[in-house]
């Protein structure tokens, strides 16, 4: 089974397994052509922007993985497990840098929505995606992680608890918390 047709026709968790069992350059090429972009674009909305901050994680996270095959283990998305290694790795790179002795936004002040994005909302954000930009920007970075990985990673809610080590309700209040934040800042720049 070494034909390009053949391993992409493998869901993620087999070819992860290929390479863990020591089958390793297709299976990984074909796992980074499914993944790197969606990878890169969610390390640099972490980075806020920081594209070279990005590559440099999304390499690394790579390197990480090959490094780290044997312990992979089908108990959830190749995606869940891959992003972790790369939020991690941006968590320790958060961490050791100045930066990182600021202070998180306390996220317990908004009052909690009673329902997600209604459709015209929806609209709105997309229709204006340079402003929504910059509120997800603006966004503490607990706050903007779970958006990106809900909406441009396409994640369910429970990858997205997997992902970053958190509870189902509390992604969920995140979730719901940056929208209350979206929308008034959206708001403010009408």
């Known amino acids: 089974m070494n034909t390009a047709a053949e391993l992409a026709a493998l869901p993620d968790e087999d070819l992860m397994l290929l390479v863990a069992n020591g089958l390793v350059e297709k299976p990984a090429t074909e796992l980074f052509r499914r993944h790197n972009r969606a990878l890169f674009n969610f390390i640099a909305w972490l980075c806020q922007g920081n594209t070279a901050q990005a590559e440099d994680i999304a390499q690394r996270a790579w390197e990480k993985l090959m490094t780290r095959c044997a ?28 930066e990182s002795r600021r202070a998180e936004v306390d996220e317990t002040r908004p009052e909690t929505p009673s329902e997600d994005l209604a459709p015209e909302a929806e609209l709105a954000l997309r229709q204006n995606l340079d402003r929504v930009h910059q509120a997800l920007l603006a966004l503490p970075a607990n706050q903007r992680e779970v958006v990106v990985l809900r909406f441009f990673s396409e994640m369910s809610l429970e990858e997205i608890a997997h992902t970053v080590g958190e509870g189902f309700e509390t992604v969920r209040s995140r979730l719901r918390y940056a929208f209350t934040r979206l929308r008034r800042e959206l708001e403010t720049q009408a």
């Open 71 to 98: 312990d992979y283990q089908p108990r959830a998305a190749f995606r869940t497990f891959l992003f972790q290694i790369a939020r991690n790795l941006w968590l320790d790179l958060r961490r050791s840098s100045p």
